[in-house]
Nanobody
Framework: VQLVESGGGLVQPGGSLRLSCAAS????????MRWSRQAPGKEREVVAA????????NYLDSVKGRFTISRDNAKNTVYLQMNSLKAEDTAVYYC???????WGQGTQVTVSS
């Protein structure tokens, strides 16, 4: 199982970013996926989750209405669209395949003026 995140960077407060996670090594369409984040000095927290078919999603309360998780099973990719970013969203973001306890290497998101 391999997960490779991309799309992080530096953005001003109120800005947007879209993270991508390319998956390989398993039948992607059969498994739920998650995005998590870890800020300096804090524990890792699950930000969003999506079912195998994409029909069911869940979000951390603090990102509801701002972040959207989606997936393209034809491309074996899961996305996290992040809008109205705040300084407190600054963290390393990871995608994961919980069934396999597999994690990507992470991508840094920094929200700062």
């Amino acid at each position: 199982v391999q997960l490779v995140e991309s799309g992080g960077g530096l953005v001003q407060p109120g800005g947007s970013l879209r993270l991508s996670c390319a998956a390989s090594g398993f039948t992607f369409r059969n498994y739920g996926m998650r995005w998590s984040r870890q800020a300096p000095g804090k524990e890792r927290e699950v930000v969003a989750a999506i079912s195998s078919g994409g029909g069911s999603t869940n979000y951390l309360d603090s990102v509801k209405g701002r972040f959207t998780i989606s997936r393209d099973n034809a491309k074996n990719t899961v996305y996290l669209q992040m809008n109205s970013l705040k300084a407190e969203d600054t963290a390393v973001y990871y995608c994961s395949a919980p069934t396999f306890n597999a994690w990507g290497q992470g991508t840094q998101v920094t929200v700062s003026s």
